[in-house]
């Protein structure tokens, strides 16, 4: 009984807002697409009511003052389950395969205090069930603090807006290369530190000094090893934001770096542009950074470039035919005083395949691919991508960092084959599944360490409100 009264206030709020809706002539403004970082969703289209179409929309949008609908409350969440299966852990060298199901839950809260106050919070609990290995913290983590911030914005006009940040976030800059969000696992990545955000209509900036929380497996603090710092511009040559340009700098301070040189402590200061655009039926985005600092008694000389085109015919289905390539330096000599490995920092987990087996260092890749649009709610993609070491001085890394498979200068410098195929089906606006295969043929520097060929599959079903 006391639940139906509990529902009761709910279901009249819907029946009410829905005539207010029908009465309404008003043509309701689609909401907002739901954003690998929450924080960037915006609701406040909600405030009118001929917009809130949706069940959550009553917890999308919680006015506070009466008069002002800039002040509000927004509540958001998530539920995840995602399966995992390998035949072979790191290519089968000293692990066996394992299978396991990943579990992620999060809850947010966002309230704005007008136009130039915020406070942002997003609690998150990852959990790892049915595995044969012991699960890292960043799958096994029960409660933890995923986001935690206050904006404050001293600058705002009808155009431009600048936003100061101070908490804990989420950041991701361009394609991903560099810095992103880490969404196949449970914990993503989280930095503690500050922001300054500006925007107008050609340009974005955002600057940053921070140092990343650390993945302990429950709540804790920032890395005090590690501090990461840098400015991130784009430049829009169009109003639609389809052409345009970013450049960058990243600086990172490592007590404990990691490479097949050695250990220890590393400046590392990355310069880097990406040019992006779509035009007709063309679509491209290149990149490309050079690295420079010192690394224990070495000094650091890296670069990387990335090729990623595509041409989409407006047919049905609409097939894409694309191309990807990517080169990151490896260290050719570790004797003569200069490293020259390239370091991907906080790159996006999946960047070549969701069997995530690679990092992009001391790595050349060439990925032929292709896409189809099944029907509005499912597509399909996949493709075919063949790897070479850059030096074959230098080690293959595994995506955490550490070294995977050692230098072996005598081996060959192919080191495999991954087929890719992919599925995406958009149920509705709140429910997803994805369903990914990859074969990866592993080559004879890999045999030669004791490796063999890895069959993985993952399907993920999320919830999201």
Not at 70 to 87: H, K, N, Q, V
Request: glycine letters at 8%; charged letters at 20%; one cysteine or more.
């Amino acid at each position: 009984m006391r639940r139906l009264l509990s529902i009761l206030p709910v279901a009249l709020t819907f029946a009410t807002q829905a005539q207010d809706m029908k009465n309404s002539q008003e043509i309701p403004s689609p909401p907002p697409s739901y954003d690998m970082l929450r924080f960037n969703e915006n609701y406040s289209c909600l405030s009118n009511a001929a917009n809130q179409t949706d069940w959550f929309d009553p917890a999308k949008y919680i006015p506070i003052r009466q008069n002002d609908p800039s002040w509000y409350l927004t509540f958001g969440g998530e539920a995840r389950e995602r399966f995992e299966s390998t035949d072979a852990l790191n290519f089968g060298i000293g692990a066996a395969g394992d299978s396991y199901l990943l579990q992620r839950l999060g809850l947010l809260s966002d309230l704005h205090l007008g136009d130039r106050v915020r406070f942002f919070v997003e609690g998150i609990s990852g959990l790892e069930i049915g595995n044969r290995e012991a699960a890292p913290p960043v799958q096994r983590d029960p409660i933890d603090l995923a986001f935690a911030f206050m904006d404050v914005v001293p600058y705002l006009t009808a155009e431009e807006q600048l936003t100061l940040r101070m908490g804990r976030f989420g950041m991701s800059f361009g394609a991903g290369r560099l810095v992103a969000t880490r969404a196949p696992v449970n914990i993503p990545f989280r930095f503690d530190g500050f922001e300054a955000l500006y925007s107008s209509p050609k340009w974005e900036a955002t600057a940053f000094l921070t140092q990343p929380a650390l993945d302990s497996g429950h709540i804790d603090s920032e890395d005090h090893t590690t501090t990461f710092w840098g400015l991130y511009l784009t430049h829009w040559f169009d109003a639609p934001h389809l052409l345009g340009v970013d450049l960058y700098y990243f600086g990172i301070h490592r007590k404990d770096g990691v490479y097949a040189s050695g250990t220890g402590d590393e400046h590392r200061h990355s310069l880097g542009s990406r040019q992006f655009g779509l035009w007709h039926n063309w679509d491209w985005n290149t990149e490309e950074v050079v690295q420079v600092g010192k690394f224990a008694d070495e000094s650091i000389l890296a670069w990387t470039a990335s090729f990623d085109s595509g041409y989409t015919w407006q047919i049905p289905g609409k097939p894409r035919l694309g191309l990807k390539a990517n080169v990151t330096s490896g260290d050719t000599n570790p004797h003569d005083g200069e490293l020259q490995t390239f370091d991907a920092m906080y790159f996006k987990s999946g960047y070549f395949n969701d069997a995530t087996l690679l990092r992009p260092e001391n790595i050349m890749d060439l990925h032929p691919n292709a896409s189809f649009q099944l029907s509005r709610a499912v597509s399909l993609d996949g493709g075919a991508d063949w790897f070479w070491r850059y030096s074959r001085n230098d080690a293959v890394y595994a995506v955490p960092g550490f070294i995977a498979i050692p230098a072996l200068h005598t081996a060959s410098s192919f080191v495999g084959t991954a087929l890719d195929l992919n599925l995406n089906w958009q149920l509705q606006r709140h429910l997803n599944l994805q369903a990914s295969y990859v074969h990866f043929l592993s080559g004879n520097y890999i045999h030669e360490a004791g490796g063999r060929d890895v069959n993985y599959v993952s399907t993920t079903l999320s919830f999201l409100f």
